[in-house]
Nanobody
Framework: QVQLVESGGGLVQAGGSLTLSCAASASIFSFNTMGWYRQAPGKQRELVATIRSDGGSTNYADSVKGRFTIARDSAKNTVYLQMNSLKPEDTAVYYC????????WGQGTQVTVSS
């Protein structure tokens, strides 16, 4: 059973930074892709960033391009989301996701950006 455990969320002022971590119970290379999604109150869950296992190519939502960076550490089976220049509209629960044959989800971590 694959487990994804997020950490690093919290409260930060606008313009600040946070780094989220997602620790996987299996090798991150066992998945086709891993990524981060977020869901704000009253809104649908949306893609934030993904990274492919083969080659490491990344994909970002337009709203976070240039501010967020997804990265991985294979030795730690961990994927990170570095978030800079945070805005109040980035406030959401952030979920780690992994995909191989099906989606796997973490429990989520709250990020709150105050204005």
């Amino acid at each position: 059973q694959v487990q994804l455990v997020e950490s690093g969320g919290g409260l930060v002022q606008a313009g600040g930074s946070l780094t989220l971590s997602c620790a996987a119970s299996a090798s991150i290379f066992s998945f086709n892709t891993m990524g981060w999604y977020r869901q704000a109150p009253g809104k649908q869950r949306e893609l934030v960033a993904t990274i492919r296992s083969d080659g490491g190519s990344t994909n970002y939502a337009d709203s976070v391009k240039g501010r967020f960076t997804i990265a991985r550490d294979s030795a730690k089976n961990t994927v990170y989301l570095q978030m800079n220049s945070l805005k109040p509209e980035d406030t959401a629960v952030y979920y780690c996701e992994a995909y191989k044959y099906r989606e796997y989800w973490g429990q989520g971590t709250q990020v709150t950006v105050s204005s």
